[in-house]
């Protein structure tokens, strides 16, 4: 890891050369690859806090879902821009407490997808968020922990009983990895937390684990006033 590490510093100075660093926002000039611009920096919104949303867990969001975090999502997500995964997970870092003194470093476990959305998409952004998140220190990437074993329909639109129907056992614990989560404290990671339907059934598999603990981490929150809240997820 210090090697490459050693390694990425070397380089770096060639890319920034080769491909100039932009914003990948407004394309102004900037001074690291994984950045935004000043401007784009202050029209992100984020929490004071973590909140449970719901769901029974602390949500740990690096912004609230605004006209700003949802041009980052979707770069990343429908853009194919996956290099943004590095930015998002070090927003996101931000907002985790360190681990416990004395316990083991929580298991990252993203929201799956179902094979044929993952195979026409190319990649998970949860999966790739989690890797880079264990990259920053901030546990243990398990990106098997859960399985979307049915395909679902995009719950735009759908009220909170109906997107319920929609996943109920769409969702399930991986058993061949069940004692990698057993009495650990695991973290749900996500890009954007809308309604939570999707990250309540997540989070009924994870239980079945026993873990000491959950929480969820995502990049962007929707959050009941801001002006985009009423938009359907990405």
């Known amino acids: 890891m210090a090697v490459a590490r050693q390694l990425a510093r070397h380089v770096a100075p060639v890319v920034d050369m080769v491909y100039p660093p932009r914003c990948p926002l407004c394309g102004t000039a900037i001074a690291g690859q994984a950045g935004l611009c000043l401007d784009c920096w202050s029209t992100l919104e984020v929490p004071t806090q973590p909140e449970a949303q719901g769901m029974g867990v602390l949500v740990y969001a690096a912004t609230y879902y605004t006209e700003t975090s949802r041009k980052l999502v979707m770069a990343y997500k429908h853009g194919g821009r996956i290099a943004l995964a590095r930015l998002l997970a070090r927003l996101m870092a931000a907002r985790l407490p360190e681990a416990a003194h004395g316990r083991p470093p929580?298991?990252?476990?993203?929201?799956?997808?179902?094979?044929?959305?993952?195979?026409?998409?190319?990649?998970?952004?949860?999966?790739?968020?989690?890797?880079?998140?264990a990259r920053l220190g901030k546990?243990?990437?398990?990106?098997?922990?859960?399985?979307?074993?049915?395909?679902?329909?995009?719950?735009?639109?759908?009220?909170?009983?109906?997107?319920?129907?929609?996943?109920?056992?769409?969702?399930?614990?991986?058993?061949?990895?069940?004692?990698?989560?057993?009495?650990?404290?695991?973290?749900?990671?996500?890009?954007?937390?809308?309604?939570?339907?999707?990250?309540?059934?997540?989070?009924?598999?994870?239980?079945?684990?026993?873990?000491?603990?959950?929480?969820?981490?995502?990049?962007?929150?929707?959050?009941?006033?801001?002006?985009?809240?009423?938009q359907s997820s990405p």
């Not at 859960?146 to 109920?168: D, F, I, S, W």
């Not at 969702?171 to 989560?181: D, F, H, K, S």
């Not at 954007?192 to 962007?220: H, W």
């Open 106 to 133: 929580p298991v990252l476990v993203p929201v799956p997808l179902h094979r044929w959305r993952l195979w026409s998409r190319g990649f998970n952004q949860a999966a790739l968020l989690a890797r880079e998140l």
């Open 139 to 230: 546990g243990e990437a398990e990106v098997a922990g859960l399985v979307r074993h049915r395909r679902t329909p995009n719950l735009g639109g759908l009220g909170r009983e109906a997107r319920e129907q929609v996943l109920a056992g769409a969702i399930r614990l991986n058993p061949r990895r069940m004692a990698q989560l057993a009495g650990r404290d695991v973290i749900l990671v996500d890009d954007v937390l809308t309604s939570g339907a999707t990250s309540r059934a997540c989070i009924a598999a994870l239980k079945e684990a026993g873990p000491a603990s959950i929480a969820m981490a995502c990049f962007a929150r929707v959050e009941e006033g801001h002006h985009l809240a009423h």
